[in-house]
């Protein structure tokens, strides 16, 4: 029924294509997004969406929607424009700064956002000194027009222009230009835009998020050799790509303008440092309230006026490299560090919610200090987590700094961690549902099955050793229990080797009712190592369920690695 339907739409749009033109008045993406949703059935349709006033609400009306978007009607004259005031006709987005008619994007992801009508556009961007810098520390930025990336530049030049588009009849797009390597190496400035339209106002600001988020990191947030091609590179500009970091991605999940303040090797007490002596020239609490730590971007931040609801706070993995040394002590000084700057973010975002997190890269043991200390500091607004440290399997990026799996997996945690602490509803996709389960194993020797489990917390993976087969493979089961899994699509997947001529069989089912599985398989019985990755639905919640893997049959050990339960939907 729905083939039939999107063929019948389809023709009419070609048929409408070859008409006439109809006046139609200027729409919003959001009112064409709204008819494709009506005219299936999924929303109830308005009179306002009769474009033509034919007294029929069709296909018809949508593609006179699509003219009006794309094409907007030229109202006079085609005449070419110079938009300069930055600030006034765009949305700005993170830590900039306006100086001599230029608007500079400062930090990673800072940007300017809006829609551009006209015939023919183009924007002209500026380098800062950073541009006379080697090719591997120059600025490196963006420029995307309805969300695809036209340009990547790492800028070697004091000015350039970048055209964004061209053609015979006039078009609205959305144009987003990004810094995105870090404020350490140089900004970029946006200096202008020219247009040829007939639109009295060609360039105009993209509407405020609901939401606004801060980011306050080191080289993870800069997303510091996402893009390297191995854990064996040094740094270099053009691997740094914020638009891969775990920040943008959270953001873009959650719907949010974002911020972000981030150095390469920063710390709170002390930066990276190889020799074990603290670096205090490499500190983040002494410049976060000014723009930058440059003297030419060091100006006070203008708080009230960008307020967050959200700040994320990824400090320590530079000072675990001081505080390593000698724990207890350094440990110490840390948490001090981390109460004061706690109270710092307080005082600029009195209304946020702070998040504070540790643990991409390691630093395990630094992490109780960071704990120790919102604690200390007593904010009912202020919560901590551990964040899951990257696996091998994931993949690095330069100097064995996170990559873009590890950047995705982290930014579905953090969103869901911030709409727990907003206490708004979160879709839980992306999340390993297996990551905080139960693991262990129940030996029936009643029926003749006997062994032991034995569980790494290391590498999360689950060992049982089988002495003695029983009956039935009941008899023995491995599992992963306490599972609160919401109604949706899933993906189970884990790594093991069973024992040669036993199809070793896996299920996700109901703790409290056997009779309800939602997943099953079976392995191979070659006795070759095999990577299961199977996908399925659950019909409905159920916030007791296991993952069972049956065992009962065999009289060697196995064991299961990376046993994960992602939600993809």
């Given at each position: ?9 389809a ?16 729409v ?7 008819l ?8 109830s ?12 609400v069709?296909?018809?009306d ?26 006034t ?23 300017v956002?809006?829609?551009v009508?006209g ?39 004091k000015e ?18 990004m810094?995105?390597?870090?404020a350490n190496?140089g ?8 247009v ?16 606004s ?8 947030t ?43 090797g ?13 670096n ?92 120790a ?44 961690k911030i ?5 708004i ?91 309800k ?28 369920c296991?993952?069972?893997f ?12 990376e ?7």
């Amino acid at each position: 029924m729905h083939k039939k339907r999107n063929a019948i739409l389809a023709a009419l749009i070609l048929a409408v294509e070859a008409m006439m033109p109809v006046r139609v008045y200027a729409v919003s993406r959001k009112e064409v997004d709204r008819l494709v949703k009506s005219l299936t059935a999924a929303e109830s349709i308005s009179e306002a969406d009769d474009q033509n006033q034919d007294g029929v609400v069709n296909a018809i009306d949508l593609t006179l929607m699509k003219r009006a978007l794309l094409f907007p009607p030229e109202s006079g004259a085609v005449t070419e424009q110079t938009v300069k005031e930055i600030e006034t006709y765009t949305k700005v987005i993170g830590r900039t700064i306006t100086k001599d008619g230029i608007t500079w994007l400062v930090h990673s992801g800072s940007a300017v956002e809006c829609t551009v009508t006209g015939r023919e556009a183009s924007v002209t961007i500026a380098g800062d000194k950073a541009v006379n810098s080697g090719e591997k520390s120059r600025p490196r930025y963006g420029v995307y027009v309805d969300g695809v990336l036209i340009k990547d530049v790492l800028m070697s030049e004091k000015e350039q222009t970048v055209q964004l588009f061209t053609g015979t009849r006039q078009r609205t797009a959305t144009v987003k230009v990004m810094h995105l390597s870090e404020a350490n190496n140089g900004a970029i400035g946006v200096k202008q835009f020219d247009v040829k339209s007939a639109a009295a106002e060609p360039v105009k600001p993209t509407p405020k998020k609901k939401l606004s988020v801060e980011f306050i990191g080191d080289s993870i947030t800069c997303a510091y050799g996402v893009e390297a091609e191995s854990q064996y590179v040094g740094f270099e500009t053009g691997t740094e790509n914020f638009s891969k970091s775990y920040a943008y991605l959270t953001a873009q999940f959650l719907d949010a303008d974002y911020s972000a303040v981030s150095y390469s090797g920063y710390g709170i007490v002390s930066g990276y440092t190889s020799s074990g002596a603290a670096n205090t020239s490499s500190l983040l609490p002494p410049v976060y309230e000014n723009i930058a730590h440059q003297a030419i971007y060091a100006v006070p931040w203008d708080f009230a006026s960008h307020p967050n609801d959200v700040v994320v706070v990824n400090l320590g993995t530079n000072d675990d490299s001081y505080a390593k040394h000698d724990l207890e002590t350094r440990g110490k000084e840390y948490q001090a560090g981390y109460e004061a700057f706690l109270k710092t973010v307080r005082k600029c975002n009195p209304d946020a919610v702070i998040i504070c997190t540790l643990g991409i890269m390691g630093c395990e043991e630094l992490y109780p200090y960071l704990e120790a200390a919102v604690k200390a500091v007593g904010d009912a607004k202020t919560v901590c987590y551990q964040s899951p440290t990257q696996k091998q399997s994931d993949g690095y990026g330069a100097d064995w700094h996170p990559s873009p799996v590890t950047h995705q997996i982290n930014a579905y945690i953090l969103a869901d961690k911030i709409c727990e602490a907003l206490g708004i509803a979160s879709s839980k996709i992306g999340l390993d549902m297996a990551a905080d389960g139960e693991y262990g194993a129940e030996i029936d020797k009643e029926h003749g099955a006997n062994g032991w489990p034995y569980f790494s917390e290391w590498d999360k993976s689950m060992n049982v050793t089988m002495t003695a087969a029983g009956d039935s493979p009941e008899a023995a089961i491995a599992y992963v229990r306490n599972l609160s899994l919401p109604k949706g699509s899933y993906e189970l997947s884990f790594r093991a080797t069973p024992q040669k001529g036993i199809p070793l069989q896996y299920s996700v089912r109901s703790m409290t009712d056997h009779s309800k599985v939602y997943c099953t398989g079976r392995m191979n019985a070659d006795g070759t190592e095999e990577t299961v990755l199977k996908a399925f639905d659950m019909p409905e919640a159920d916030t007791e369920c296991e993952i069972v893997f049956f065992l009962g049959e065999m009289s060697t050990a196995v064991t299961f690695h990376e046993v994960t339960l992602f939600k993809r939907g």
